[in-house]
Structure formats: C-alpha cells, structure tokens
C-alpha cells in the first residue's frame, strides 16, 4: 500500500486544533468533574440549611447550640449520601441533561422521607420535639435539592459541551493496521472515549483498508518523526499479543517516546509480567511504557499548583519587582527573557525567566551551557542565577498550566551537552516529558540543578526524574518544596 502524505488533516475531518487541544498533563477527567460536583452540592446543602438555620432560629448562626444544627446537618448529610449511591456524579460519554436533571430528582424525592426521619430521631435524641426536626430537615432538604437538580442539569449540559469539545477523549495512534486495530476504531466512534488520529504500520505492503476515514500515515520511522506526537496522550500497539517477537520489537523501539505507549489485549496467551493493567474505552490494555493517570492525583495536584502558586507569587511579587528595577538599571533590554522549551509529551511551551544575560550574547537554545563567570551573564543576573531568584517569573507558567510547582526542570529545546544534543545521550531522556516540568524537583534537591556537562551528569538526572515520576504524591511535592529553599542555600559550587 502507497505511503499517505499528510500535512495538516492528519484525523480524516477531525482539525488538528482540536487535537492539539486535547492532550496535556493534567488533563480533564469525568471522574474529576463528578468529584468536583460532589463538593459543590455539599457547599449548596450547608448554605441552604445556614439560611434555615438563621430563619428558624432567628439568631447568629454561630451562637446556635448544636442541638438545633443537627437534625438539618444529618438530613444534608443524607440527601448527599443518596445522590452518591444514585451514581449521580458519575457520568457518560454522552451526558443527557434532561435525563440526568429527572434521576437527580428522583433522588430528591426518595431523600425527603429519609431526611425528615433522620431530623426526627435525631431531635428526639437530643431533647427536641420530633415533628420540629423532621419539619426542619424536609425544609432544608427540599430547598437545597431543588437546586441541586437544576445544578446537575445544567452540569450535565455543560459536560456534553465539553465532551464534544474533546476535552474527555484522549488522542491516540494505533501502531499495526490489523484487525484488532479495526475494532478499536469502530469502539473508539461508538464510545467517544477515544480519538483515532492515525495507525503507523511496520508492514505497509500488508495493511488492510481502514474504517471510518482514518489514514493510515507510514511505519515506526513515520511516527517517531510525526509532527504531531506533541497532541498524542496514549500510543496503542495492536498486534495480536500471540505475536510475541514482533510485539517485543514494536515495543522496544516505542519505549523511548515520551508518550505513554500500551497493549491492546487481545487475551489469546497474554502474559501480563511487568505491565500494569487499564483501560482505554472499553478495552482492556496493558501499560508497556509509562503508566495510567490517576485522576484523582491529577486533579488535586493542579489544585495544589493554583493555590501554592497563587499564594507564593502574591508573597514574593515585592521581591520580583525589585529585581525587575535592578536589571532595568543594570543592562539595556527587556526584564523578562521567554525560552521554548520541552514540556508535557515533547510539547513546546515558552518558560519565563528574568533576564540575566546581555541581550547581544542570549543563547535561546542554550547551545552553549553557562560556564563559571561566564562573561555573558550580566551582574544582577549572576546575583539572580546564583540564588535561582531568576526562575521566579516561572510562576506564571505554573498558574498558566504549562508547569508545576514540582516536576522535572524544562529544558531548552536543542540544549547540547559538549557537541551532542543532550537529549541523545540517555534513552529514557524523553520519559521525563510523561508529566509537567516543575519550578523545582527531587533533582534540584539532590544538587542536580543547572548546566550539565556530561553524558553521566545527564543519566543521573534523568534517574531523579523518574525515580520522582515514579513515586510522585502531594507529601512527597510538599517535602521538595521544604528542601527547595535549604537545598539551593547550602549549594555553592553548582555553576548556574
């Protein structure tokens, strides 16, 4: 079969615009959305049974003895737990509000009696009428689920909009044109959990017609080069698992992508040593490369970045403005100095920094690493290099998305190490992309900061990047934060 030249159609009808868009480090869950939902709804309950509380009592809310707060506490706490067992922040693909909008209101309706119960035994347990706490509870019980069913309506409204947009469905290639790749196309339309961009075949001659308008757009050499690898969340090897020496090749050669690269199990003699176990739409796969996120982690850790970044730019932004006075002063041009570099999937993403060297002598690509008193290195800026103040602005990146707090150190896209690109001297250099780079790392705290001169002062930070990728948590991050300062303070012979 005759290559497919592609340039910018690479998914039949499907724009690359919204490809791009889909694929990124802390990417959007319907699991997140569900949780968040969830906390929302229990915001709602506590307003509406404070406003309750203050109608009823006529008082301060926070003088009420607790006596005339639970029988309203517990029947909130009963119509939250009915919605959760109703799966009703739990959604599909293809979220209908209407239908949604009527099971959130059935569950209304069955949490009225078991609400107002819970507000009578309760009231009777701490020395009040029944038919008060039962009245109380069915108030507040009612008030805050008639708005938590238009909330989960136009929840749901909203999550479609979403979905349709693509920001649920992960971008994918298939690597092999077989028949096993077929079915996933046709479960990738049914779904909607999956978008299809391409299938990369090591056996052109032999490939079959695909359905659904997806291209078949080369071999191995095809995709390792492709364009747009930088908008690919998962790489789907599928070849039949029975095809052991050619599945061990695939998978050697795609397991120095930065890409998340797995099995499409077919379970005819799969053997599941040293993979982990998922999902993919409705397909189970084994991770051969890299592993599946956790929503959870991901959500909370972006939660973590708006909230640590926010407060921490808002703390040292009189410091930020005092630099920015110096380097105005000190040398003529701009104060800020924007790099590309490597971010999320091999992604481009611009890194701010203060500027430190001479605008004639700026090395974007940081073709030649920074040497001790390095004459391109203004005065503030071998101030701000030693104490790493310069890499404050990155704040911006991480309230933007594009970092985090704590991750891999970005870096410049061509930096050399010596003569030879540094991302060429390691095979797992590119794992480091599998998650955000940070504003520090366990490298950083290790003393593996700044310039590296050798293949083996590359090798051991690619090591601290994935042992981090490995075993990253919120205490771990909180931990890094901690060392950050101390670490850097206590390091006077790294060249930065």
């Known amino acids: 079969m005759a290559r497919v030249e592609y340039r910018d159609d690479i998914a039949g009808d499907q724009p690359v615009v919204t490809a791009r868009k889909a694929a990124r480090g802390a990417r959007w869950y319907r699991s997140s959305f569900g949780r968040a939902l969830g906390i929302l709804d229990i915001g709602l309950i ?7 509380l203050k109608v009823v009592t006529d008082d301060h809310v926070l003088t009420t003895p607790i006596s005339a707060f639970l029988p309203m506490a517990l029947g909130g706490l009963c119509l939250w737990w009915i919605l959760r067992e109703h799966d009703l922040y739990r959604f ?5 509000a209407v239908t949604h909008g009527i099971k959130t209101l059935g569950a209304v309706v069955l949490a009225l009696p078991s609400s107002a ?21 069915s108030i507040a019980t009612l008030l805050a689920g008639s708005s938590i069913v238009s909330l989960h309506f136009f929840a749901a409204l909203i999550l479609g909009a979403m979905n349709r947009a693509g920001l649920f469905s992960l971008n994918v290639v298939i690597v092999g ?3 096993l790749a077929h079915k996933l196309i046709e479960e990738a339309k049914a779904s909607g959990d999956i978008s299809v961009l391409g299938v990369f075949d ?11 308008h997806i291209k078949l757009l080369g071999d191995l050499d095809d995709l390792m ?9 998962r790489v789907i090897v599928a070849v039949s698992s029975t095809a052991q020496n050619r599945v061990l090749q695939l998978v050697t050669k795609l397991r120095s992508m930065p890409n998340k690269v797995v099995l499409a199990i077919d379970m005819q003699g799969f053997d599941s040593d040293g993979t982990t176990i998922g999902r993919i739409g409705n397909r189970p796969v084994a991770y051969v490369s890299g592993a599946p996120e956790d929503a959870k982690r991901a959500f909370w850790k972006r939660v973590q970045d708006l909230a640590l970044g926010s407060l921490f730019l808002l703390l040292v932004s009189p410091v930020m403005a005092l630099i920015a006075v110096a380097i105005k002063v000190d040398s003529k041009g701009p104060i800020f100095f924007r790099q590309k570099r490597h971010g999320f999937n091999n992604q481009a993403f611009e890194c701010w920094k203060f500027r430190s060297m001479r605008v004639e002598t700026t090395d974007a690509c ?8 390095d004459p391109r290195v203004t005065r503030v800026g071998r101030f701000i ?7 404050l602005p990155q704040l911006f990146n991480v309230l933007a998305g594009t970092m985090s707090l704590v991750g891999p150190r970005p870096h410049a896209i061509g930096m050399k190490t010596g003569d030879e690109d540094s991302e060429a001297l390691v095979a797992e250099y590119a794992h480091r992309h599998r998650i955000k780079p940070g504003m520090t790392g366990w490298a950083a705290i290790h003393g593996s900061r700044g310039p590296v001169h050798s293949a083996e002062e590359v090798a051991q930070r690619v090591a601290y990047d994935l042992a981090y990728i490995r075993d990253a948590n919120l205490w771990l991050d909180l931990w890094i934060m901690v060392r950050t300062l101390p670490a850097l303070l206590g390091d006077k012979g790294s060249v930065r």
Not at 202 to 212: G, H, T
Request: charged share 20%; glycine share 4%.
């Open 46 to 52: 506590l307003l509406v049974m404070t406003y309750v």
């Open 92 to 96: 599909d693909a293809e979220p209908l």
């Open 117 to 137: 119960a819970i507000g009578a035994l309760v009231a009777v347990a701490v020395g009040r009428a029944a038919e008060v706490g039962a009245w109380e509870a």
């Open 177 to 179: 044109a077989t028949p």
């Open 202 to 212: 090591d056996r052109l001659d032999r490939a079959e017609p695909l359905p659904n």
């Open 225 to 233: 080069s492709w364009p747009h690898l930088p908008s690919i969340d």
């Open 366 to 373: 940081a073709a030649q690493q920074v040497m001790q008193n």
């Open 385 to 391: 290099r030693a104490t790493s103040l310069d890499e």
